[in-house]
């Protein structure tokens, strides 16, 4: 618990640079070179957007926590591969910040629907009232699949990013019902998707012209999750391998998992050791400017990033990958199914084109189910392995 009360300007200088190696670096799909490309690592690393613990925000419902340290950092996590979801849906995986530079609009949009108060998208008051839902008081610890769970539900009332969220449970990526889901032509808010509405002026996520939002597109932004298990107590050494090709998919998004009761956002890895972002520090809570903007360089960790052993992450993560068009989703099924025919490499999860028919039917279009549906999700996950929702801290 000590980590989690130290300050960000603490732990600044407390994380070892990287190594010299000759191992290639990759972050989120980018493969680096530690000799010739340093300070491309770390400007990479530095413009994800980093959420830690908070203190002194609005009260959780109006009468809760204001803070989350000791218990939000799964949230966090959450926040983080999320938000990188955001961040390639409406600036681009090329966008990089940099410190003392003006940000376009959308950067400030994207920021804005993590910020700490009630009525962000996707706020830690909104993703700990939404978990109530899923069984989880507030408070209370999450594992991967319940903010997976919860970041689903929040997504759809996100108009302006327009994404199809969809949660892979049983270890099965379904390509049938992605696609039917990706393809219901809904309305679109504007946004990468729409080329045509890139130069209009957006104001909190949102285009001026009401009628642009009628326009239809073929193809929904596709943030896929998928909560997996990868061992008992301890991550089968089979699987090492699979989980590093996923950090280098351009789709990738990263995982969120972390050292038993501890939580962290995976971003890549080198030789055998993961990059991971830490929410484990507490800062205080920020409050917009009157115009709108942020002091946003608490958002952005300055300094080398963490890494740890493979070997030490908790079995229970969750695997996310994005894909802005239908030809980003094809080739991505296209790796995956290369992937299954490496040697050494053991699949962590299935791809077919249908569901299994011992499988049961599940609406994929409803993107909020009822509180049976998450009931039954908590009952599985309980019954597999009871420590499962027991990795945050």
């Not at 009401?210 to 998928?226: A, E, M, Q, S, T």
Request: glycine share 6%; proline share 6%; charged share 20%.
């Amino acid at each position: 618990l000590f980590l989690a009360t130290l300050t960000y300007d603490t732990l600044r200088f407390e994380y070892e640079d990287f190594p010299e190696t000759k191992e290639p670096v990759w972050i989120l799909g980018r493969k680096y070179s530690v000799f010739t490309e340093k300070e491309e690592i770390l400007l990479d690393v530095t413009s994800r957007l980093w959420f830690t613990y908070r203190k002194n925000f609005p009260p959780i419902g109006g009468t809760g926590p204001t803070s989350d340290t000791g218990w939000g950092c799964m949230l966090r996590c959450g926040q983080m591969i999320f938000a990188q979801a955001l961040v390639c849906r409406h600036l681009g995986r090329d966008w990089r910040w940099i410190k003392g530079k003006r940000q376009m609009d959308n950067y400030f949009n994207v920021l804005n629907a993590f910020i700490d108060k009630k009525d962000s998208y996707y706020s830690i008051h909104q993703i700990a009232q939404m978990g109530v839902g899923e069984g989880k008081s507030i408070g209370q610890w999450y594992g991967p699949n319940t903010v997976a769970q919860v970041l689903r539900k929040l997504a759809t009332f996100d108009t302006w990013s327009s994404l199809a969220v969809h949660i892979a449970m049983d270890n099965t990526v379904v390509m049938e019902e992605i696609r039917r889901l990706c393809q219901s032509n809904l309305p679109c808010a504007g946004a990468a998707a729409c080329p045509a509405l890139e130069s209009d002026v957006l104001y909190n996520g949102y285009p001026e012209e009401p009628g642009l939002r009628d326009r239809l597109v073929l193809w929904k932004p596709l943030v896929l999750l998928i909560p997996l298990r990868l061992g008992l107590t301890e991550i089968n050494e089979a699987y090492i391998e699979t989980l590093k090709y996923c950090f280098m998919m351009p789709q990738s998004l990263g995982v969120i998992g972390g050292k038993p009761n501890s939580a962290h956002y995976f971003i890549g890895y080198v030789g055998e050791e993961l990059i991971y972002l830490d929410p484990h520090t507490t800062q205080p809570a920020v409050e917009p400017s009157d115009s709108g903007c942020l002091p946003d360089e608490s958002f952005h960790c300055q300094h080398p990033p963490c890494r740890m052993s493979i070997a030490e992450l908790d079995p229970s993560i969750a695997v996310g990958f994005f894909c802005n068009t239908e030809a980003d989703f094809n080739d991505w099924c296209q790796q995956i199914k290369k992937l299954a025919l490496v040697k050494g490499a053991l699949p962590m999860f299935e791809l077919v084109e249908r569901q299994p028919s011992h499988f049961s039917n599940p609406d994929v279009l409803n993107l909020t189910p009822d509180s049976s549906d998450a009931d039954r999700l908590e009952r599985f996950f309980d019954s597999e392995d009871e420590d499962f929702e027991i990795l945050s801290l």
